[in-house]
């Protein structure tokens, strides 16, 4: 019964949501008080029927009913209960339900929080957001549906994929998508605003703290698939220029250019048709994403999902919903021009500055992810873009960034002097260049070491000049300057990270015995044991790995390789021993002969910082969303 | 010209000066870290010159899988049901390797002509082929044959089971 009433209201919220976006947006036009009065509770209406879907698909799962054909594919009756709930996710139809939910949830948000907003626009912003909804229902219920039965029912489940069933990877696509879908509220006020043919800068003040959640979350769900990565599936890296860690990347590149840009017509009213550009950018490349990684089209070692029609319907939906932004951007953009000018010298140039790096990072990365999809598609052959390229370019783009990133927070809007900016710099300088060289020599680096540890000592000691003049004032400084310098120090934390962990991780593949050692980067890993182990829905080998620097035992390690009872799949559990300095890694190969196994060693020092710092820009980015003047409510035009 | 037009104008230069760094190292690039993706007939067919980054493709050939006893290197035979080639590898296998079982090896072929991997990728999970590999195998099959495969799942059959 309860997944036919999943179904049920799964087709329940469709004409709900087009509803939601017929209300919002020809209420609008019409300036229909009582058009503009439904629209919300026609939003809420369809979030709760979303909502039940998702508890009956979840309620399905938890009680591993095998006449759902979706819970059989993806859960076992020997599945621990915290993944079976998260299994509710782990495969394409119930991460689509998943991103409808976000959805919804998202919706529901805008509509509480919608006070600060003339009704119209609200209901244009709802209405927008109705049509997405609108998108992805159809998708789901067209070529997707999670409630299919399975009659007769299977004896047993299939099992989720042992690589799912890890604490990290439970949350990391609800945050993930949090991030992605958030993105949607500022494409809808973007596509509203162009509806209604004016920009202002309420309606940027009134779009920043909802980008900046979004952006939060998307920050923390890539940290968290990055980590996830490093020790579950990438036998030690964390990242992999995947074209599904591109998917990602991509949208938070521009959601990034598009924080910055808000900021710049929030304040000045300058970049308005930039800004509405790259809302609508951020947004479509993270319905990019989801096509890239929904539809099979890459080769990719997360490619879950491979079928054909759900491509096409997808790939259809992304060109109605940007090309549709677009055309309309292309008829409004005349009207969105205006806005103060600015000197060569000033705030509002840093951050163009900022916007154009970041705008052609995202670009670069967008073509090397794309470009073997082209070539195979012209018969030019099986590409694959290697790896360094993206680092190359990426690296390339960023280090100016770097050297710039201080400045930006220091210097005036309108006009600035190039003398007053530099004035006392060779204080930091001092500072950033002796760190670097502090570091470059503990680590015995070379020029890149020296270049990147510098500029990482350089953000972080130039980003806390403003915070640093509060001191001597005694006042509580605004949440967003604490905000911001947090999330510029994760910057300067993340290159020291990358620089140091990129350039300067040691790994060998050693074949040991019980009681043999191996030395590596001055740690001594010693092999005690290794002995079988037994779980609830797995069996394993553990090693016991102790770990002395010279004559002191600092660990022991339990890397363990599993063979999950229903997939009868290996599966690596490597031994990490997490540490701010350095990260201590072993991984089990596999028996190689004469008592022996394979074994991955690796001293990876600094990693923490790159996952520190992309933590710390989402605690800045919280502070900053949560600043008094987002909470007042009330409009104020700048 | 005005002051401030002459500021736009330097603006505009100094955009398109960044553009321009960016596309000339991105593209400079470009062409040297892209890896061709092929199959050993290809390659026996055609061989790259040594030292060549490429991508092989094809099914580990059961029975082929050597090790140095009690040491990481290995190496196994790479087959797309035409051609073999020999692939050595000194690192550690990933865990879903194994033999009759889809695998792309990344790397370039030595003075002998034998293909040195730096990396081996297998299947992700037991229903996921590499597309790139099961149309390999499909191409063989036909050439083989003269027929061609109903379906890329024909790769999978292949396998002889898990």
């Not at chain 1, 007769?152 to 004896?155: E, K, L, M, N, Y």
């Not at chain 2, 059961?62 to 040491?71: D, K, L, Q, W």
């Not at chain 2, 992700?124 to 082929?129: F, I, Q």
């Given at each position: 019964m309860i997944p036919e009433l999943g179904h049920f209201v799964l087709w329940l919220a469709l004409p709900l949501a087009a509803a939601q976006a017929l209300f919002g947006i020809v209420g609008a036009h019409r300036g229909s008080a009582s058009w503009l009065a439904l629209t919300p509770v026609l939003a809420r209406a369809q979030a709760w029927a979303v909502l039940i879907a998702f508890l009956s698909l979840a309620y399905a799962f938890l009680t591993v009913d095998f006449t759902v054909l979706y819970v059989a594919a993806n859960?076992?009756?020997?599945?621990p209960w915290p993944y079976r709930l998260s299994a509710v996710w782990g495969a394409h139809e119930g991460s689509l339900l998943l991103w409808a939910l976000v959805l919804s949830g998202w919706t529901v948000a805008v509509a509480r929080f919608r006070?600060?907003?003339p009704d119209a626009f609200a209901a244009r912003v709802l209405g927008v957001l109705g049509l997405i909804s609108v998108g992805f229902l159809l998708f789901m219920l067209m070529t997707?549906?999670?409630f299919t039965r399975l009659l007769?029912?299977?004896?047993e489940g299939r099992d989720l994929n042992p690589l799912l069933q890890d604490p990290g990877l439970a949350i990391h696509p609800p945050m993930l998508y949090v991030g992605y879908v958030g993105f949607s509220v500022a494409f809808a006020i973007a596509v509203a605003a162009l509806i209604e043919g004016r920009v202002d800068s309420a309606w940027t003040r009134w779009a920043r703290p909802w980008t900046l959640a979004a952006w939060v979350a998307l920050t923390v769900g890539i940290t968290l698939g990055s980590w996830w990565a490093y020790y579950e599936l990438g036998w030690g890296g964390?990242?992999?220029?995947?074209p599904v860690e591109n998917a990602s990347f991509m949208p938070w590149l521009a959601g990034t250019a598009l924080l910055h840009s808000l900021a710049v017509t929030e304040q000045r009213d300058a970049f308005r048709a930039w800004t509405i550009l790259l809302a609508i950018a951020t947004f479509s490349l993270s319905l990019l994403g989801t096509f890239l990684v929904r539809s099979g089209v890459l080769i990719s070692v997360h490619a879950f999902a491979t079928d054909p029609a759900r491509g096409l319907f997808i790939l259809a939906f992304l060109v109605v919903a940007v090309g549709g932004a677009l055309t309309l951007y292309a008829i409004r953009a005349g009207t969105l021009a205006g806005g103060s000018g600015f000197a060569l010298m000033s705030r509002e140039t840093l951050l163009l500055i900022n916007n154009l790096l970041l705008a052609v990072a995202c670009a670069a990365i967008l073509w090397g992810t794309l470009y073997p999809l082209f070539a195979d598609a012209v018969g030019a052959g099986k590409i694959s873009v290697g790896p360094p390229w993206f680092g190359l370019v990426f690296v390339t783009l960023t280090a100016p960034l770097a050297l710039l990133v201080g400045f930006g927070p220091l210097s005036h809007w309108k006009r600035d002097e190039p003398r007053r900016l530099l004035e006392g710099r060779w204080v930091q300088a001092l500072i950033a260049v002796a760190a670097g060289a502090a570091l470059t020599w503990h680590y015995d680096g070379g020029i890149g070491t020296l270049i990147g540890t510098v500029l990482g000592s350089w953000v972080i000691a130039t980003v806390t000049i403003p915070l640093a003049r509060y001191l001597p004032l005694r006042r509580v400084p605004p949440r967003q300057l604490v905000g911001m310098t947090l999330a510029h120090l994760g910057v300067g934390a993340f290159a020291l990270g990358i620089t140091v962990a990129s350039l300067h991780s040691e790994h060998r593949d050693v074949a040991l015995r019980a009681g043999e050692r191996y030395e590596l980067s001055g740690y001594i890993f010693v092999l005690e044991s290794i002995r079988p182990v037994q779980g609830p829905n797995y069996q394993a080998q553990e090693s016991s790995v102790q770990v002395f620097a010279g004559e002191d035992m600092i660990t022991t390690l339990h890397p363990q390789k599993r063979i999950y009872l229903v997939q009868q799949n290996p599966m690596t559990e490597a031994g990490i021993d997490a540490g701010i300095t350095r990260d201590l890694f072993v991984a089990m190969g596999e028996p190689v002969g004469e008592g022996r196994w394979s074994f991955r060693i690796q001293v990876k020092p600094m990693l923490r910082f790159i996952w520190g710092g992309a933590l710390l820009m989402a605690l800045g980015g919280l502070l900053a969303a949560s600043d008094r003047r987002y909470r007042r409510g009330e409009v104020v035009s700048a | 010209m005005t002051p401030a037009r002459k500021q736009r104008l330097i603006l505009v230069l100094m955009v398109l000066a960044g553009v321009a760094a960016a596309v000339t190292v991105g593209t400079f690039a470009f062409r040297e870290n892209l890896a061709y993706f092929m199959t050993p007939s290809d390659i026996a067919a055609n061989a790259p010159p040594q030292g060549t980054q490429i991508r092989l493709g094809g099914l580990v050939e059961?029975?082929?899988?050597?090790?140095?006893?009690?040491?990481v290197e290995v190496s196994f035979m790479v087959t797309d049901g035409a051609t073999e080639l020999e692939v050595r590898f000194d690192q550690v296998l990933p865990?879903?390797?194994?033999?009759?079982k889809g695998v792309v090896a990344v790397g370039s072929l030595d003075a002998a002509g034998i293909f040195r991997a730096d990396e081996v990728l297998a299947k992700?999970?037991?229903?996921?082929?590499p597309p790139e590999v099961a149309a390999a195998l499909a191409q063989a099959h036909e050439n083989a044959t003269g027929t061609p495969v109903p379906d890329a799942e024909a790769g999978e059959s292949e396998e002889g089971g898990t």
């Open positions: 859960a076992n009756s020997q599945l006070s600060g907003l997707s549906n999670p007769p029912a299977a004896v964390w990242w992999f220029w995947d | 059961p029975g082929t899988v050597r090790r140095e006893s009690g040491s865990d879903l390797f194994g033999e009759g992700h999970d037991e229903n996921y082929m």
